[in-house]
């Protein structure tokens, strides 16, 4: 897998389901519609691709339990994974106690995040950029990207 890439806006019906945009569905594997909907580790909520969460689990499952900072992490991390499926109409339902916890509004983005995508609020995911200056994300950059070979 490549990885994904792009945002993507979406609606939030009154029953707390959403249209898959297009785009999005594109670079899904053909047929592909079960997802595993989590916490992310900011204000919102992660949505992996089944291939990818079990990619995730496998190290995952080959942490230390007698540490219990992998005890801790593994709480945080699986607690509220919620399997999801779409709908006929492709149409996603976000688990009521995961939508409180990113507090999700009606319009949301879904962006990509290499084998994942994150589901912001609209409003929150825009201030992100907003809050961010170019001068502060080329210093962010250049410490992140430090000694890989990238051009």
Known sequence: MNGFHGEYEATVDAKGRFLLPGG????????????????????????????????IISKISQLNDFDPKVRQFRRQFLG????????????????????EFAGLGKDIVLAAALDRFEIWDASKYKQLFEDFSPEAF????????AGKNVE
Do not use: H
């Open 80 to 99: 509220g994974a919620t399997e999801v499926e779409l709908d006929n109409a492709g149409r996603m339902l976000l688990p009521q106690s995961l939508k």
């Open 24 to 55: 999005l569905k594109k670079q899904l594997p053909e047929g592909e519609g079960r997802f595993i909907l989590s916490r992310g580790f900011e204000k919102c909520l992660t949505l992996y691709p089944i291939k990818s969460w079990e990619l």
């Open 138 to 145: 080329s210093d962010l950059a250049k410490e992140v990207m």
